[in-house]
């Protein structure tokens, strides 16, 4: 069965620090993969998918980045990160068909203070 | 662009109460409809789902069709329970956008009552 693992589940971080969430799916191949944040009270916001090996888009300019160095692993960064960075991040893959609904991970929750 | 609206909570329920939250959407094409469910400190989990119009997705006791002609799929659930206790997104997929683009609503916040 497929499976999403995100990490680290929590993390606080200074502003100006760098950032890393990893976010890796096993008993699949080439999937849809998906970073969203979800502000407190807000809904949730599409920050990037990307359909294989080094295909990111990015639906918001900001200071967040993506990549998807193998195909099952997806990785969000930031080199400075700022106040408003803050919020619960969610990754997520999507199963196969044209109808497929999103599977999603734990989530990681970022303060930067 | 699509989009979708959800009605602003929170709700609260009395246990065994009736429960509708509304949902509507903008797409241009022929999206597939979803409900999902996020408890506190957790990801989203799908509760349902449906792909063309009139079709009825259920699961656990919640239902919502999809209603092409008002371009709704609103949530409903006979008699809640406490456990039913979460925020619910309504959301949406165009496949025929080509992006395979997932769209959420703001989310609404249930909170049952014993």
């Known amino acids: 069965s497929q499976t999403i693992h995100q990490w680290p589940a929590t993390l606080v971080q200074p502003v100006g620090s760098p950032l890393s969430l990893e976010c890796t799916v096993e008993?699949?191949?080439?999937?849809?993969l998906y970073w969203y944040r979800q502000a407190a009270g807000r809904g949730l916001q599409l920050l990037f998918y990307?359909?294989?090996?080094?295909?990111i888009s990015s639906e918001v300019p900001q200071n967040l980045s993506a990549s998807r160095p193998q195909d099952r692993q997806f990785i969000l960064s930031s080199k400075k990160l700022l106040l408003s960075d803050s919020g619960f991040y969610l990754c997520?893959?999507?199963?196969?068909?044209?109808?497929?609904?999103?599977?999603f991970g734990e989530g990681s929750r970022l303060t930067v203070l | 662009g699509n989009s979708v609206t959800q009605m602003e909570g929170p709700v609260t329920l009395s246990e065994e109460a009736f429960l509708t939250i509304n949902c509507t959407y903008t797409?241009?094409?022929?999206?597939?409809l979803f409900w999902y469910v996020q408890y506190p400190g957790e990801g989203l989990q799908l509760l349902l789902k449906?792909?063309?119009?009139?079709d009825k997705g259920s699961n656990k006791g919640f239902e919502a069709t999809y209603r092409k002609e008002t371009t709704s799929f609103h949530l409903e659930k006979g008699s809640v329970q406490v456990s039913d206790s979460a925020v619910y997104f309504c959301a949406l997929s165009d496949p025929t956008s080509g992006t395979y683009k997932y769209i959420f609503g703001t989310g609404t916040r249930l909170k049952v009552l014993a």
């Open positions: 997520a893959w999507r199963a196969g068909g044209w109808a497929g609904e999103l599977f």
């Open positions: 008993g699949t191949s080439n999937p849809n």
């Open positions: 449906a792909t063309k119009a009139d």
């Open positions: 990307s359909v294989g090996i080094g295909q």
């Open positions: 797409a241009t094409g022929y999206p597939s």
